[in-house]
């Protein structure tokens, strides 16, 4: 990480935008996201979320705009980006050939760990994570919680800065889903990560997150602490009433079949 007293945000952006022929995906928004932060990104099926995440993590470059992660440009430095941050995305990425122990040993190799490291690194993951008694079963016989924590260890094994998840409990039955909760928490608490996350669920949306920002058709919508945003709805006011005030009331359908069909593959996956 770079000298936070010189960079104040873990994550600013600066009228980020991405264009996919005609169509705007991500139009001109600035975010500033402070260290230590767990930072929500919520919006309808095709508001931009998932691209914005792209960009955010050098999987896509931006048309035009940019954004600083843990201090560094992601066109002028991606490769110090990379190295800063963590990702997980909806797409399975442990093996399920392998077991846990292996999977964490090979994430381990190539984040470029040393020896001495990736034993105690991949031990302290294990345990964090609730996983050591399942280390050497193979992954294909986890539960679709036990999957996902595996997916945690991994990329926290190299101290990254910045985490990035990407749907983290979808598919999760709700004891699975609590517990991934919890580590997330700690994983703030005792490690000092900024965490972004994406989701639909409203209930980990209000509980994981300090504040967020809801996107409406490439735009940022409105910015702040869940909280604040139902009591400027009114008393009774719920995170659902917030989500369908700010993110345009219903839930777009043009262009997102492949959100739809990865999301339901990940729902099948971790299930």
Same mark, same amino acid.
């Given at each position: /990480?770079? *000298?936070?007293?010189? =960079?104040?945000?873990?994550?600013?952006?600066?009228?980020?935008?991405?264009?996919?022929?005609? /169509?705007?995906?991500?139009?001109?928004?600035?975010?500033?996201?402070?260290?230590?932060?767990?930072?929500?990104?919520?919006?309808?099926?095709?508001?931009?979320?998932?691209?914005?995440?792209?960009?955010?993590?050098?999987?896509?470059?931006?048309?035009?705009?940019?954004?600083?992660?843990?201090?560094?440009?992601?066109?002028?430095?991606?490769?110090?980006?990379?190295?800063?941050?963590?990702?997980?995305?909806?797409?399975?990425?442990?093996?399920?050939?392998?077991?846990?122990?292996?999977?964490?040993?090979?994430?381990?190799?190539?984040?470029?760990?040393?020896?001495?490291?990736?034993?105690?690194?991949?031990?302290?993951?294990?345990?964090?994570?609730?996983?050591?008694?399942?280390? =050497?079963?193979?992954?294909?016989?986890?539960?679709?919680?036990?999957?996902?924590?595996?997916?945690?260890?991994?990329?926290?094994?190299?101290?990254?800065?910045?985490?990035?998840?990407?749907?983290?409990?979808?598919?999760?039955?709700?004891?699975?889903? =609590?517990?991934?909760?919890?580590?997330?928490?700690?994983?703030?608490? *005792?490690?000092?990560?900024?965490?972004?996350?994406?989701?639909? *669920?409203?209930?980990?949306?209000?509980?994981?997150?300090?504040?967020?920002?809801?996107?409406?058709?490439?735009?940022?919508?409105?910015?702040?602490?869940?909280?604040?945003?139902?009591?400027?709805?009114?008393?009774?006011?719920? /995170?659902?009433?917030?989500?369908?005030?700010?993110?345009?009331?219903?839930?777009?359908?043009?262009?997102?079949?492949?959100?739809?069909?990865?999301?339901? =593959?990940?729902?099948?996956?971790?299930?």
């Amino acid at each position: /990480m770079n *000298d936070d007293a010189i =960079h104040h945000f873990a994550i600013e952006t600066f009228d980020l935008t991405r264009r996919f022929e005609k /169509m705007v995906a991500v139009d001109h928004i600035d975010l500033r996201i402070s260290y230590g932060e767990v930072f929500g990104l919520l919006g309808a099926n095709g508001a931009g979320k998932s691209t914005v995440i792209k960009m955010l993590t050098t999987l896509l470059t931006p048309s035009s705009g940019s954004a600083d992660v843990g201090g560094f440009d992601i066109i002028k430095t991606p490769d110090e980006v990379r190295r800063s941050i963590g990702y997980v995305s909806q797409l399975l990425s442990a093996d399920g050939a392998l077991t846990g122990y292996e999977n964490l040993r090979l994430s381990a190799k190539l984040y470029g760990l040393s020896k001495s490291d990736r034993i105690y690194r991949i031990a302290d993951a294990l345990s964090f994570m609730g996983l050591t008694d399942y280390a =050497h079963k193979l992954v294909k016989n986890y539960s679709g919680g036990m999957i996902r924590r595996l997916e945690l260890a991994q990329a926290m094994l190299h101290r990254p800065a910045i985490l990035f998840l990407d749907e983290p409990t979808i598919g999760l039955d709700p004891v699975a889903r =609590h517990m991934v909760w919890d580590r997330l928490l700690t994983l703030r608490h *005792d490690y000092g990560m900024t965490i972004l996350i994406t989701t639909h *669920d409203m209930e980990e949306a209000e509980t994981l997150c300090d504040n967020l920002a809801i996107m409406h058709s490439g735009k940022i919508s409105i910015v702040g602490n869940p909280a604040k945003l139902r009591a400027g709805l009114g008393e009774n006011a719920s /995170m659902d009433d917030v989500f369908a005030y700010f993110a345009g009331g219903s839930i777009h359908e043009s262009g997102a079949f492949r959100e739809v069909e990865q999301t339901r =593959h990940t729902a099948r996956r971790l299930g």
